[in-house]
Structures are given as C-alpha cells and as structure tokens.
C-alpha cells in the first residue's frame, strides 16, 4: 500500500497489542489529540510505539495535534434547551444578559475580538453547526446581538461556536499549546499538527517555539478554517504537510462547496509535493459497524484518487468498536483506488513545474525505473524534499528513503510510497550509502535492478544537493 494511513489514539487502542494490530494492518502515522489531555497522558501511548518501532523495524511517526483556540460559549441557563426553527436568543459578552428586550436564552461569549463588527445579517454556528442562527438585530455594536435560529435543535452550555465568513484574527498558537509542545518535545513526538490556522504567521510561531528548544519537526498545517484556504499559498510556503480537516472546514464554508475545496486544496499541494492528509468522518459508521457504508469507500478512494498522500480515521480508531477493521477496511479501498490510478496514469507523472532541476531529476529516476523493469526506488534525503519530488511523480514501484537522521523520518512517513528507513553517517559518499543498503536490505532481492538518486560533491558548488542518478544491480 502507497497511501498512509494515520490512527488516532485513543481508548479503543492505547492497548500495546491493539496498536500491534495497527500497524500490521498499515498504519504508520499514529495521532495524539491534545484537545483532551497534556502531553504527559501520553508518554505511555509513545514508549509503546517506540516499542513496536524495534519489534517491527518499520519507522513510524508520532503526531501532537495540538488543541489550538476552540471558540466556545458560557454557561447557558436552564440548559440543555430545545430550540425551535424561528426562535429568538441573545449573544453578547458577559453582563450583558441582565436586561434584555425580549424572551430567550442568553449565549455568552467571553471573547470580544469574535463579536467585534458582527451585523445584521452574519451567520452564527454553534454545536458543530448542528444549530444554526442569523444575526437579525445589533443591540449594542460588538457587545449584544439578537440571534434567530434557522432549524431546531438542542442549545448546552460550553458548545463550540463559529461565525462562518467573518474575518477572526486569534492567534492559532494558545497558552495550552506552547506548553503542550514543549512537553510533547520532551516526550519525544515526530510530528505536530497546528489547528485552526489563519495565514502563515500563525505557522512561523509554531516553529519558533520549537527553534527555541534547539528541535526541528514537520509541522502539519490544519486547514479548519476559509481564511486558511483564502491564505493558501502563503502558507504552503512555511508548512511541511497540510491536513485538511473537513469537519471545522465544513462549518466555516457551505457544505456544497466542502468537495471542490478539498479537491483544490490537494492539487495545491501536488504542485508543490507537499503531503496532503485527508481527515474527518472517512469511515465514521464503523465507529459502530463492523463495514463502512458505500459511500464511505467512495469518499476514501475518491480523496486517493485526487492526489491525497494520506487519509486519518479520528473516532474510527480512538473510541470505536471496530478500530483494527476500520484500518483494514482502508487499507482495502486504498490498494484498489491506488492500482486503478496507476493504470490510468500509465507511467510517471510529469512535474507542472518547468525549470526545476531536482523535479526534472526526480521524473527522469522514474522514468529510468519504469523502463528499465527497476522494482525499486532508492534515494538519499536529509531533509525529505528529494523522497517528497520522487514520491510527486507517483512511480510504480516503492521508494525507499534514507536519511541519517530521526527528524525526516518523522516527515517522510506522510509522503504516499515512501519508505523510510535511517540510515548509518558512513560511508560519506550519499551515493556509497544506498549501493550498501541495497546489499544488504531482505526487500531487494539478489539480482534485481533499482535506481538510486543521491547527491555528491561538484566543484564550484558548497551546498549538497540531489545531482545523480545510477541504475544498480544487486
């Protein structure tokens, strides 16, 4: 299998033999969610997979998603409240509710910058957009609203709350966060997922908060909210992989638009060979059921078919019933979707971008590989990005990357057909490094035929990159 799969840890799979079964089943990115608990629950959850990491020899990747600024209410009185289509209530700050002009609940909001130039006529979400409200009076400006339910539904205290196409500046990076990444740090994660982006800024404190431990891992950019997709490109540029996270994306935008956005999101990506993970609600039924729903596969290949290098199950694996199925029923749809896309593709993908030298030498490996028989991709990467333009191509056959180091391992597990493996300083030449993992490795059997990518040494030139490709025989 090509497509990763990444696992949420949760109840349902904490349990060392449980998370064996994962892993047999193709999970190689596990997921810790950081909106429920700190860094430390989970130093059990990481010395268990690094277990499995000497049991199996397989590199896997330990994500920290971190919890970011979830926007929600206060007390509600009297609540749980049923509320019909047409009913009335109040959003404002608190203190606010003492006197108001009309019957209905009071919704308080403790953040002014979320109410800050809000107007007659703006929608309001709250429960996961279960509950849907329009603004039709402005009370006090940025203080007090008048709010009229568009459908029925049940109003609780301390639900989440979005205001769908209103500009919000809150930084992504919270308090809880920048402890939670410095613990996560010390804990040992690979990786660390950013929730509720805005622009590129909201990625750089991120960063600067792990440089300051003198650390570098991938940060995996979480696309939840329309200023994110707005500020796209920008934030490509600083990212390491994105996620797009349908279920908060799906409240910021019209859900008719949820599947062109995803589709322009991947191909966003793909021009640029960055990992792209599919999330949310993939395989949600077998939270309970021992099968997916047909639309469900559908979903799952049709993210494959479009480019994704990786689909998550959140609730599939964390809490449900059925989570080693939930990765084998995955693994399934993906094998299927993967060989039909391969089929139609009928040979490497040309790189969109004209002029790149390490794109065009990344092509022209596979290129070689398909027309020589190769059954193997073999490259030398210290930062991911050579295995990442190997991996855009699509190739027929697996890619095996080597790197020295543990930090691209954790990046290069979110690439679709790479396989990591870390590597030994010596020999020196990058080049000597893969004709000796060829030798020695059990996947390459005694006479086939792989291609290397490496880069060594040039004159005239100090920085080392990608600049050969060999054809080798075992």
């Known amino acids: 299998m090509r497509t990763k799969i990444v696992a949420t840890v949760g109840?349902?799979?904490?349990?060392?033999?449980?998370?064996?079964?994962?892993?047999?089943a193709g999970v190689r990115v596990f997921r810790l969610n950081f909106s429920h608990s700190g860094a430390k629950a989970f130093v059990p959850v990481i010395?268990?997979?690094?277990?499995?990491?000497?049991?199996?020899?397989?590199?896997?990747?330990?994500?920290?998603?971190?919890?970011?600024p979830k926007l929600r209410i206060g007390e509600v009185a009297g609540s749980p409240l049923n509320i019909e289509k047409g009913g009335t209530a109040y959003l404002g700050l608190p203190g606010r509710g003492a006197k108001l002009p009309g019957e209905g609940p009071f919704i308080s909001l403790d953040q002014p910058e979320l109410l800050a130039g809000l107007a007659a006529g703006m929608p309001v979400n709250l429960s996961d957009?279960?509950?849907?409200?329009?603004?039709?009076?402005?009370?006090?400006?940025?203080?007090?609203?008048?709010?009229?339910?568009?459908?029925?539904?049940?109003?609780?205290?301390?639900?989440?709350?979005?205001?769908?196409?209103?500009?919000?500046?809150?930084?992504?990076?919270?308090?809880?966060?920048?402890?939670?990444?410095?613990?996560?740090?010390?804990?040992?994660?690979?990786?660390?997922a950013l929730s509720f982006v805005q622009n590129a800024q909201d990625v750089r404190d991120l960063k600067a908060e792990i440089e300051a431990r003198r650390r570098w891992i991938p940060i995996i950019v979480k696309l939840e909210r329309q200023q994110a997709v707005d500020n796209l490109e920008s934030i490509l540029d600083v990212a390491d992989a994105v996620m797009v996270a349908r279920g908060d994306l799906g409240q910021e935008?019209?859900?008719?638009?949820?599947?062109?956005?995803?589709?322009q999101i991947i191909q966003a990506c793909?021009?640029?060979?960055?990992?792209?993970?599919?999330?949310?609600?993939?395989?949600?039924?077998?939270?309970?059921?021992?099968?997916?729903?047909?639309a469900e596969t559908t979903d799952v290949a049709n993210?494959?078919?479009?480019?994704?290098?990786?689909?998550?199950?959140?609730?599939?694996t964390a809490i449900g019933r059925w989570p080693v199925e939930a990765v084998q029923a995955m693994r399934d749809i993906a094998e299927q979707a993967e060989a039909y896309a391969l089929a139609q593709a009928g040979g490497p993908q040309r790189p969109e971008v004209e002029g790149d030298p390490e794109r065009t030498l990344a092509y022209c490996a596979c290129l070689l590989a398909e027309q020589t028989g190769a059954q193997h991709l073999v490259c030398h990467t210290r930062s991911g990005t050579t295995a990442q333009r190997v991996s855009?191509?699509?190739?027929?056959?697996?890619?095996?990357?080597?790197?020295?180091?543990?930090?691209?391992?954790?990046?290069?597990?979110?690439?679709?057909?790479?396989?990591?493996?870390?590597?030994?300083?010596?020999?020196?030449?990058?080049?000597?490094?893969?004709?000796?993992?060829?030798?020695?490795?059990?996947?390459?059997?005694?006479?086939?035929?792989?291609?290397i990518t490496a880069g060594e040494p040039t004159p005239g030139r100090r920085d080392l990159h990608t600049n050969q490709v060999k054809v080798y025989f075992k």
Do not use: Y
Request: proline share 8%.
């Open 392 to 451: 855009g191509r699509r190739p027929r056959q697996p890619i095996h990357a080597l790197t020295p180091g543990r930090e691209a391992l954790g990046l290069l597990n979110f690439s679709w057909g790479v396989i990591p493996h870390k590597v030994a300083t010596k020999p020196e030449s990058h080049l000597g490094r893969c004709q000796q993992f060829v030798d020695r490795s059990a996947l390459v059997a005694a006479g086939e035929c792989v291609v």
């Open 129 to 192: 957009g279960m509950l849907q409200f329009s603004v039709t009076r402005v009370l006090i400006p940025d203080e007090l609203f008048e709010i009229t339910a568009l459908n029925p539904g049940l109003l609780t205290s301390h639900k989440g709350i979005v205001f769908p196409g209103k500009s919000i500046i809150i930084p992504a990076l919270t308090a809880k966060d920048r402890t939670d990444i410095q613990e996560a740090l010390d804990a040992g994660i690979d990786a660390a």
């Open 270 to 294: 793909r021009l640029r060979d960055k990992p792209v993970i599919v999330a949310t609600q993939m395989l949600l039924s077998m939270v309970s059921n021992p099968l997916p729903t047909r």
């Open 303 to 316: 993210a494959i078919l479009d480019g994704a290098d990786c689909v998550m199950l959140s609730e599939e």
């Open 47 to 68: 010395r268990n997979i690094r277990a499995l990491e000497r049991e199996t020899g397989l590199a896997l990747t330990v994500m920290a998603d971190l919890s970011g």
């Open 253 to 263: 935008c019209p859900l008719s638009k949820l599947p062109i956005i995803q589709k």
């Open 11 to 24: 109840p349902a799979t904490k349990n060392p033999e449980v998370m064996r079964a994962l892993v047999d």
